[in-house]
């Protein structure tokens, strides 16, 4: 398992916009599908979005598509998560995950991956 090192989170406005990171000082991303979750208080953890290796298939919730955006800088060994127009529910810990295969596997991810610190992202005004 990796563990990944996610950044970027703070206090937004409602309407605002952040981009969190996700990367590794010596894994590399480039290979492996990588997804984002986010847990708020007093609830479970849930998947926000996946992109995969090789094609960058990308996938989403419900709750965040047409507002947040996936995408990886393989250059950077980085994956963004470009959350706009952003809503108090959006209120959570975001992390990043993956379990080392091309493909996005949501439910693999949640029931597996090794978790780390996350961003805290808080919407208010």
């Not at 926000?48 to 060994?77: E, H, L, M, P, W």
Request: charged share 15%.
């Amino acid at each position: 398992q990796v563990t990944l090192v996610e950044s970027g989170g703070g206090l937004v406005q409602p309407g605002g916009s952040l981009r969190l990171s996700c990367t590794h000082s010596e894994f590399t991303l480039e290979y492996y599908a990588i997804g984002w979750f986010r847990q708020a208080p007093g609830k479970e953890r849930e998947g926000v979005s996946c992109i995969s290796s090789s094609r960058g298939t990308t996938t989403y919730a419900d709750s965040v598509k047409g507002r947040f955006t996936i995408s990886r800088d393989n250059a950077k060994n980085t994956v963004f998560l470009q959350m706009n127009s952003l809503k108090p529910e959006d209120t959570a810990v975001y992390y990043c995950a993956t379990e080392l295969l091309p493909q996005c596997d949501i439910p693999l991810m949640m029931s597996s991956a090794s978790w780390g610190q996350g961003t805290q992202v808080t919407v208010s005004s």
